[in-house]
Each structure stands twice: as C-alpha cells, then as structure tokens.
C-alpha cells in the first residue's frame, strides 16, 4: 500500500476504530418516547477487524449491533461478532480465503428472510445468527448456493421473494439467485458479462432483475494501490442488464451507460417499457488519487426505443439509501439517505426525499455521526411514510452511540427517542429492522 493510501486509513481511526468487547447492556437510559407500535430489533452490521488491523475498510471481521424494542422499551443491546472461520483463525490473505466459502467475513449486511437472520459479505455465503446475534453457521440455501452471493440481495416488497446474485473472478463471472418467500432457492442462473467485476449491489422491480456491470474490475496490482483487488478501468465500459425475474442469460438486454460507479441503488420500479433506478452514482471508484462523491441520480431505461437517460436529482453527497420495505421494487414515493457532506463515511445528517413533489427534507444531526439509517413502518399507519426512521448514531462528547428514533412525517425535528448505549457502536456498513414475529 503506498504512503499517501496508509495515512488514508480512516477506518482504524476514531469512530471507525474497532471495539474488542463483546457487550450485553439491559439497563438502557431512554430519553423521550419509544412508540408502543415499534416491535422487534434493529440490527447493524460493520467491519471490525480483531487484530485491530486491516488493509481496506472492507475486510474487517463482522461485528453485529443490536437492539431490541418492545412495547415502549429498550430491552436490549448486544453487539457479537460473526464467528466464522475467518474470525477463529484470522491467519491468510484475503484472496485465497475467497476460495472457501465459509471463509466469510460477514461484515457487510443483515437481513431476515423466511425465519432466518442472515450477515452477509458479497464474497462468501450466508452466515446465520440467532435472536441474540450468536453465530448458528453458514448457509447455503440447503446446498443450492454453490458459490458466493452479495450483501445486497432484494426482497420483493409485493411478493416477498428473495432476489440476489454472485460475482466471481472467473466465468461465469455473474450468477443470478431467485428464492421463494419460503426460503427455497428455486433458481441458479449464470449471467454472461465481459469480465470479472466488483458487482456490489443491484436491483428489482415488479417484473425484471436489473444487473449494473460498471468498470470497477477484478486486478491483483490493486492491492498495492487501494488495498482491494479492484481497479477503476474505463476501458471495460459500463452497462446496466435488463432481465425478466425468471428469465435467463439469454433474455438479458444491455444498455451501455457513461462510465461511473454505483455502490447502492434506493429503488427500481417499472411503468410500461420504462425502468426507473435512482442511485447514489460515483464518478469511479478504486481509482487512486479520486475521491468522488456519490450523487443521488436518476437513470431512466426505455425499452422500447433502448435508450438510458441519466438526471441528477440532488447536489449533496448521500449514500446508505433506503425505502420503505413493502416499497422495494415497486414505485416509492419517498426515500431516505445518510448524508456525507464531510467526505468520510459517516453522516452529519439524513435526507428524505419526496419524489413526487421533488423536494427533500434535512435532519440535522447536530454534531452525532450517524450510520445507514432504516425505515419502519407503522402498522396502524396509511401513509407511505407513516413509520420511524431509526439509526446508530455516535456522539462524540460521550464516547457513545445511541439509536435515535425520528417521526418519519416530522422528519425535521428531533428524535421522538433516544436509546443512549453504555458503549460506542463503530461507524459501519448496513443494517436492517427485524420485526419481532419475523
Ligand atoms: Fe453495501
């Protein structure tokens, strides 16, 4: 790694540091009112590397973050490592681990799906946790899941089907997943793409699954120059492939697009021959001596006349997009985002955005470093945003972090809660609400 990338290594330093302790508090100081509709757990997943070391931001061993609410109270806050072979011999290069499956670093992702709590790394498989976030093992959909699967698979909002992919260094270098709402993979498809990319994240909608091959691509010289085997190459070009939910490689329609880097759409849905995707759309990335920001954007797919029209729909950097689940894939009205005006990866605030009305609202976070931040509906609410948007956020005079509860329609004003942590949860990557009868 060279000089200028070492001094870089945020992710060692303040709250991005890891923390060795694994913590179970119950006696939690709540400052305001928990609503008495909100029942389940928030979970948040992160790197945090045990040896107090690691080469990329991205590589650290899984801490998983939670807390449990119900009928007004906070019962709970555990933090648990995943405890994958990675974690109990952290001994060997990234690389090679890649080779083994349950080598996972578990460190991106948790999701819930069919009764099961999944963490998740794109590299590797699944990794179960049970309610108290210890490790149960890997998981692999019942051996269907022969290779690894991304962090970011989508859980239909209509039908409550699970809809994910894996990248691989070689051909096929993209495979396509689709599992019951039950839990059954019922799909494996391989994807024919040009290469071996780093495919991070991709999207839905009510009838299509929407790959993003863009020029983040697969190099061994990046190790040296960001840390990751990845390296911004332009010359690959950049696409985006439009296939139907059950189809194959075969049905895959591609658009070519202007060169960038998307790590996180919030949402695709469809209306006729047109497919929407708003995206948090980098420049590049894995590009030494570039720092973009990414940019909420808009990319408009017309089948019918194969084209790709791209809008800026804001000016300030967001990232950790988010909808109402019932709302993935389908048309959203509303979207939240983490905002990152200070460059780092952790936010001064949070943007939700109106799209039908085109404008946003800011929740100012006044000096607390905020993480990705999640949308839970109310239930006794009609209103797309009738809910809470609830998130780890660090409070750098304590040394603490708290899960602060924001009314999603009052979205400007404080908290309606606070759930002060006697510890710091580490800025980390995603996390999810899930719901007690889950
Ligand atoms: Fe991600």
Avoid at 187 to 199: F, L, R
Avoid at 391 to 420: K, L, M, N, W
Wanted: include cysteine; charge should be negative.
């Amino acid at each position: 790694m060279s000089e200028a990338a070492q001094e870089q290594r945020f992710w060692l330093r303040d709250n991005f540091a890891p923390v060795f302790e694994e913590t179970t508090a119950t006696d939690l100081t709540v400052t305001g009112h928990i609503p008495e509709a909100l029942n389940g757990r928030l979970l948040r997943n992160g790197a945090n590397p045990q040896t107090g070391e690691s080469a990329h931001w991205f590589l650290g061993n899984g801490m998983l973050h939670g807390v449990e609410i119900k009928e007004g109270q906070a019962n709970w806050y555990r933090n648990r490592y995943v405890k994958s072979p990675l974690f109990r011999d952290p001994a060997g290069d990234p690389v090679s681990a890649m080779s083994d499956m349950t080598r996972s670093a578990a460190n991106t992702h948790v999701i819930h799906h069919a009764g099961k709590i999944l963490a998740l790394e794109e590299a590797h498989w699944p990794f179960e946790v049970d309610d108290n976030l210890e490790t149960v093992g890997p998981y692999n959909f019942d051996g269907k899941l022969a290779a690894n699967m991304t962090a970011h698979p989508k859980t239909c909002g209509e039908t409550g089907e699970l809809l994910s992919f894996g990248y691989a260094t070689q051909a096929p270098y993209l495979t396509y997943h689709r599992t019951s709402a039950d839990g059954k993979m019922v799909q494996v498809e391989p994807i024919t793409v040009k290469g071996a990319t780093m495919v991070h994240d991709f999207n839905i909608t009510r009838n299509h699954v929407i790959f993003m091959d863009l020029p983040a691509v697969w190099n061994l010289d990046g190790m040296a120059a960001t840390g990751m085997p990845i390296m911004w190459d332009e010359s690959y070009g950049a696409r985006l492939g439009v296939m139907p939910r059950e189809g194959g490689d075969a049905d895959v329609k591609w658009y070519e697009i202007d060169p960038c880097y998307v790590f996180h759409p919030m949402n695709a849905w469809e209306e006729g021959d047109r497919i929407y995707i708003d995206v948090c759309r980098m420049n590049d990335t894995f590009k030494p001596g570039s720092n973009s920001p990414p940019l909420l954007f808009r990319w408009t797919i017309d089948q019918a006349a194969g084209t790709v029209t791209e809008t800026q729909l804001d000016d300030r950097a967001v990232e950790f997009p988010r909808v109402c689940d019932t709302k993935v894939g389908l048309k959203n009205r509303y979207g939240y985002a983490a905002a990152f005006m200070g460059g780092l990866p952790c936010a001064e605030g949070y943007v939700k955005y109106d799209h039908e009305r085109g404008t946003s609202v800011y929740h100012d976070l006044h000096g607390g470093q905020g993480s990705e931040a999640v949308f839970v509906k109310d239930p006794a609410g009609s209103a797309e945003d009738d809910g809470w948007v609830l998130g780890y956020v660090y409070q750098p005079e304590t040394d603490t972090s708290e899960v602060v509860i924001i009314d999603a329609r009052e979205f400007a004003q404080g908290p309606v809660a606070r759930i002060h942590l006697p510890v710091r949860v580490p800025a980390g990557f995603h996390g999810n609400w899930v719901p007690a009868d889950y």
